[in-house]
């Protein structure tokens, strides 16, 4: 079983707190993605590796960082936490060249940034 | 631009019922298309997918159609059950995109007893 784990449910940072999200999967998928899910906003891409040391920017990555330093490891950062980046964030991952049954979630991070 | 479009926010069904998502596209390279269920407080999870060379998909109690010349899909779900109360996702991708998927917004569907 395919297996996605991001390191914390919840999360309650201040603002302007430099906040590391982890995510790790077992699965040796070379597609890591980090999204962002806000009510009515479906789920937005933030950024996405397709290997090693490689990351591309998705949709909406201001304020967002992330590094990819070991294949099974993508870490998403927000360098200086502001109260609009409360939100659900989940990790994803894909082997790539297929997509029989799309991507693998985590079971998500629930940022509140006070 | 949203090339993945699902227009009802929510959607209420009687237990028992057929609940019926729909899901529209604009772009017409996406040729998978993924059906995602997801609870409050977890990811999203795979439910069912179809490729565009069929019409059709069936598994159990869910049935994904597909009509390329309308660029529409819709899960049906009958009989619906109480635990089929979550948001669903509609996403869809093309061969040459590296299969990155392209979201919709979600619906949330509410079984009422």
């Known amino acids: 079983d395919v297996k996605v784990t991001q390191s914390s449910r919840y999360l309650v940072k201040r603002t302007g707190e430099k906040v590391f999200l982890e995510c790790v999967q077992d699965?040796?998928?070379?597609?890591m993605f980090w999204y962002r899910q806000d009510p009515g906003l479906g789920l937005r891409l933030i950024y996405f590796s397709y290997d090693v040391k490689m990351k591309e920017k998705g949709d909406i990555p201001e304020g967002y960082s992330v590094s990819r330093e070991k294949k099974e490891r993508f870490s998403l950062i927000l360098e200086s936490a502001s109260t609009n980046q409360t939100s659900m964030y989940l990790c994803a991952s894909s082997p790539l060249g297929k997509l029989n049954y799309g991507y693998t979630f985590g079971s998500g991070t629930r940022l509140t940034v006070v | 631009d949203q090339q993945v479009k699902q227009n009802s926010p929510s959607l209420s069904v009687q237990e028992g019922r057929i609940s019926i998502l729909n899901c529209d596209y604009t772009n017409s390279m996406f040729d998978y298309f993924l059906w995602y269920k997801k609870y409050p407080a977890e990811g999203p999870t795979f439910l069912i997918s179809i490729s565009s060379i069929k019409d059709k998909n069936e598994d159990g109690r869910f049935t994904v159609f597909l009509n390329k010349s309308a660029k529409h899909l819709s899960l049906h779900i009958v009989p619906s059950q109480p635990g089929d109360s979550a948001v669903y996702f509609c996403?869809?991708?093309?061969?040459?995109?590296?299969?990155?998927?392209?979201w919709g917004a979600g619906t949330k569907l509410i079984i009422k007893p």
């Open positions: 699965m040796d998928h070379e597609n």
């Open positions: 996403a869809a991708s093309a061969t040459d995109s590296n299969y990155q998927l392209i």
